[in-house]
């Protein structure tokens, strides 16, 4: 999407297997930009040439799998030659495209496209890129440091954490939900749109989950009814909040071993309800596996806390960061 002063690009990434897959899809992207200036001139269509690649449609990439990266980085030399405002790629669930790489072609490629990618940030000091998604990129970096992985390659990148929000605009898009809804309140509005930011532990998707509840079963609600909707939300066997995911993805990106302790550390804490100091949930955790080492239960009690399962509070205890996760957790596992 060209600006007048920067250009971004966004893209979904999930649905590719491939380095030579994602390297089409940022050909894509660019090519507006790239169709401006000489083919003969592009580094990128040079290199094919040299390869055997042929052209159909816009781009394919045919057996160059083994110069995949040659190509990324005459694509970004492409795309850097004669530009001068900042370029900026938004690459939504670029760590579940890491992870399918990984699964696909082997971890090799999926180390390789890590480290390329900071080698171009690296060159282009004009160029930003921005990973998003639903698995955290640590995820996968731990999976592939198992398989003798040594490098960082997002220390030169900032970890922003995206939170919920605050109280009063949690309950500010509660109030618009429900006024777009055309649902009934029939008294104390802002007390309604404060329980249903509340409930919904302030996640606008869950806010969004609560309110679309509330219009198909019932089409009305007072502050009391909040409460009731979030049950039949957390009871319903079809899941329409996808809660499941936050088991699902323990036992597809944890190693088995470390899945094991986070279900029963999770387990625990949602049966007491109440903040559990370390030694206390350990030893909660070692009745049910004698595995529980000191140190490999704080590893994962740590990335539980990365992938926002886990809070620690001041005084060392731990509980769930989101009530309603909890509130599920308990329903589903208590």
């Given at each position: 999407?060209?600006?007048?002063?920067?250009?971004?690009?966004?893209?979904?990434?999930?649905?590719?297997?491939?380095?030579?897959?994602?390297?089409?899809?940022?050909?894509?992207?660019?090519?507006?930009?790239?169709?401006?200036?000489?083919?003969?001139?592009?580094?990128?269509?040079?290199?094919?040439?040299?390869?055997?690649?042929?052209?159909?449609?816009?781009?394919?990439?045919?057996?160059?799998?083994?110069?995949?990266?040659?190509?990324?980085?005459?694509?970004?030399?492409?795309?850097?030659?004669?530009?001068?405002?900042?370029?900026?790629?938004?690459?939504?669930?670029?760590?579940?495209?890491?992870?399918?790489?990984?699964?696909?072609?082997?971890?090799?490629?999926?180390?390789?496209?890590?480290?390329?990618?900071?080698?171009?940030?690296?060159?282009?000091?004009?160029?930003?890129?921005?990973?998003?998604?639903?698995?955290?990129?640590?995820?996968?970096?731990?999976?592939?440091?198992?398989?003798?992985?040594?490098?960082?390659?997002?220390?030169?990148?900032?970890?922003?954490?995206?939170?919920?929000?605050?109280?009063?605009?949690?309950?500010?898009?509660?109030?618009?939900?429900?006024?777009?809804?055309?649902?009934?309140?029939?008294?104390?509005?802002?007390?309604?749109?404060r329980a249903i930011s509340e409930a919904a532990g302030h996640i606008p998707y869950y806010i969004h989950c609560l309110v679309s509840r509330i219009r198909s079963t019932g089409g009305h609600v007072d502050r009391d009814g909040v409460t009731r909707y979030l049950r039949d939300l957390i009871a319903?066997?079809?899941?329409?909040?996808?809660?499941?995911?936050?088991?699902?993805?323990?036992?597809?990106?944890?190693?088995?071993?470390?899945?094991?302790?986070?279900?029963?550390?999770?387990?625990?804490?949602?049966?007491?309800?109440?903040?559990?100091?370390?030694?206390?949930?350990?030893?909660?955790?070692?009745?049910?596996?004698?595995?529980?080492?000191?140190?490999?239960?704080?590893?994962?009690?740590?990335?539980?806390?990365?992938?926002?399962?886990?809070?620690?509070?001041?005084?060392?205890?731990?509980?769930?960061?989101?009530?309603?996760?909890?509130?599920?957790?308990?329903?589903?596992?208590g």
């Amino acid at each position: 999407m060209p600006h007048s002063d920067r250009l971004c690009f966004l893209r979904d990434v999930e649905g590719f297997r491939s380095p030579t897959e994602f390297i089409e899809g940022i050909y894509y992207d660019v090519e507006q930009i790239l169709s401006k200036r000489e083919r003969a001139r592009l580094a990128v269509w040079g290199l094919l040439e040299k390869l055997g690649g042929t052209e159909i449609g816009h781009l394919k990439l045919p057996q160059v799998k083994p110069h995949w990266k040659n190509l990324l980085a005459a694509l970004f030399h492409d795309i850097f030659t004669d530009e001068a405002r900042p370029v900026i790629f938004f690459w939504d669930e670029l760590p579940l495209f890491l992870y399918n790489v990984k699964e696909a072609t082997g971890e090799q490629d999926a180390m390789e496209l890590l480290d390329a990618l900071r080698a171009i940030r690296q060159k282009y000091g004009s160029l930003r890129m921005v990973f998003t998604g639903s698995v955290g990129i640590h995820q996968v970096i731990g999976s592939l440091r198992k398989h003798g992985y040594a490098n960082d390659p997002t220390n030169d990148m900032l970890t922003i954490e995206v939170p919920p929000l605050d109280r009063d605009d949690g309950s500010y898009l509660a109030g618009l939900l429900l006024a777009g809804e055309n649902i009934t309140v029939p008294d104390d509005t802002d007390g309604v749109n404060r329980a249903i930011s509340e409930a919904a532990g302030h996640i606008p998707y869950y806010i969004h989950c609560l309110v679309s509840r509330i219009r198909s079963t019932g089409g009305h609600v007072d502050r009391d009814g909040v409460t009731r909707y979030l049950r039949d939300l957390i009871a319903d066997p079809n899941d329409p909040a996808h809660f499941q995911y936050y088991q699902s993805r323990l036992i597809t990106y944890y190693g088995t071993l470390e899945a094991k302790l986070a279900l029963y550390a999770l387990d625990a804490l949602a049966s007491c309800g109440q903040p559990v100091a370390f030694p206390d949930l350990l030893n909660l955790v070692k009745h049910k596996t004698p595995d529980a080492e000191d140190e490999l239960f704080r590893q994962v009690l740590q990335v539980l806390m990365k992938d926002h399962y886990l809070f620690r509070n001041l005084n060392g205890t731990y509980s769930f960061r989101y009530s309603i996760v909890q509130s599920w957790w308990a329903y589903t596992r208590g």
